[in-house]
């Protein structure tokens, strides 16, 4: 994209991350290889948390095309809500589902900072890879936490970026697959799609769920350190 000297911040962020997202997304993270296996290391890391292993309705903040569903090990009762700010981008990902799944599964577009759902709606919240992406990270943790019953869970996979361990995969692995794919500058699209940092977003999470019961595991090391691992879960039980 060259840039126009005349588009304002706003147009050229969302012109290029719709082009990111609209033709490069999938392609970059679901095609497998190394970039494949760690999108699948994530994506497993929050079904090995649950306790409550049959709820009745789920809610997965930031679903995308429903990337997470294969990996479900407990089907809900009712409901499974995936809403994400666009529409599905591909149907791959729900093409083999079992169909006591996918009728289980819908769709949803809304915003993580302003839920259209009531309060104490869901057994189990969760996202994958959200909080480095939205404007306002303390909304989402509040809304998160809203719609949650008491005795629910709740759980966040934050990945550790820009931390050292994160770094030094992105430069060997990420950014050469993503040239690959594209045009635009991968340490661009990290710019203008990470806005929050890693520290800030579990200083938050502390902050929110300060009365609840909240443990944070770090994967893959175990360390208590974001710069030497590659994701962080927060996982929660509403008190």
Same mark, same amino acid.
């Given at each position: 994209?060259?840039?126009?000297?005349?588009?304002?911040?706003?147009?050229?962020?969302?012109?290029?991350?719709?082009?990111?997202?609209?033709?490069?997304?999938?392609?970059?993270?679901? /095609?497998?290889?190394?970039?494949?296996?760690?999108?699948?290391? =994530?994506?497993?890391?929050?079904? !090995?948390?649950?306790?409550?292993?049959?709820?009745?309705?789920?809610?997965?903040?930031?679903?995308?095309?429903?990337?997470?569903?294969?990996?479900?090990?407990?089907?809900?009762?009712?409901?499974?809500?995936?809403?994400?700010?666009?529409?599905?981008?591909?149907?791959?990902?729900?093409?083999?589902?079992?169909? *006591?799944?996918?009728?289980?599964? !819908?769709?949803?577009?809304?915003?993580?900072?302003?839920?259209? =759902?009531? +309060?104490?709606? =869901?057994?189990?919240?969760?996202?994958?890879?959200?909080?480095?992406?939205?404007?306002?990270?303390?909304?989402?943790?509040?809304?998160?936490?809203?719609?949650?019953?008491?005795?629910? *869970?709740?759980? =966040?996979?934050?990945?550790?970026?820009?931390?050292?361990?994160?770094?030094?995969?992105?430069?060997?692995?990420?950014?050469?697959?993503?040239?690959?794919?594209?045009?635009?500058?991968?340490?661009?699209?990290?710019?203008?799609?990470?806005? /929050?940092?890693?520290?800030?977003?579990? *200083?938050?999470?502390?902050?929110?769920?300060?009365? +609840? +019961?909240? *443990?944070?595991?770090?994967?893959?090391?175990?360390?208590?350190?974001?710069?030497?691992?590659?994701?962080?879960?927060?996982?929660?039980?509403?008190?």
């Amino acid at each position: 994209m060259v840039m126009d000297k005349y588009q304002s911040a706003t147009e050229i962020r969302e012109k290029l991350l719709s082009e990111y997202y609209s033709s490069t997304y999938q392609n970059y993270l679901f /095609n497998g290889g190394s970039q494949g296996r760690g999108i699948e290391y =994530f994506e497993k890391a929050v079904e !090995k948390f649950w306790k409550i292993e049959i709820p009745a309705r789920v809610l997965e903040i930031g679903g995308g095309s429903g990337e997470h569903l294969k990996y479900i090990n407990y089907i809900p009762i009712d409901e499974y809500i995936s809403l994400d700010i666009r529409a599905p981008q591909s149907t791959s990902h729900t093409k083999e589902l079992p169909s *006591e799944l996918l009728n289980k599964v !819908k769709f949803v577009i809304g915003n993580a900072q302003s839920l259209q =759902f009531p +309060d104490h709606e =869901f057994d189990r919240v969760f996202t994958t890879c959200l909080l480095h992406h939205v404007d306002d990270v303390l909304a989402v943790l509040l809304e998160a936490r809203r719609v949650t019953r008491v005795g629910g *869970e709740i759980a =966040f996979i934050v990945p550790t970026y820009p931390g050292l361990l994160n770094q030094f995969v992105k430069r060997i692995i990420s950014y050469p697959k993503l040239r690959r794919v594209t045009k635009t500058r991968p340490e661009l699209l990290y710019a203008l799609d990470h806005k /929050n940092h890693v520290g800030s977003i579990l *200083e938050l999470i502390r902050f929110v769920f300060s009365t +609840d +019961d909240l *443990e944070f595991y770090y994967r893959p090391s175990r360390l208590k350190s974001w710069n030497l691992n590659l994701l962080v879960v927060a996982k929660i039980t509403k008190k």
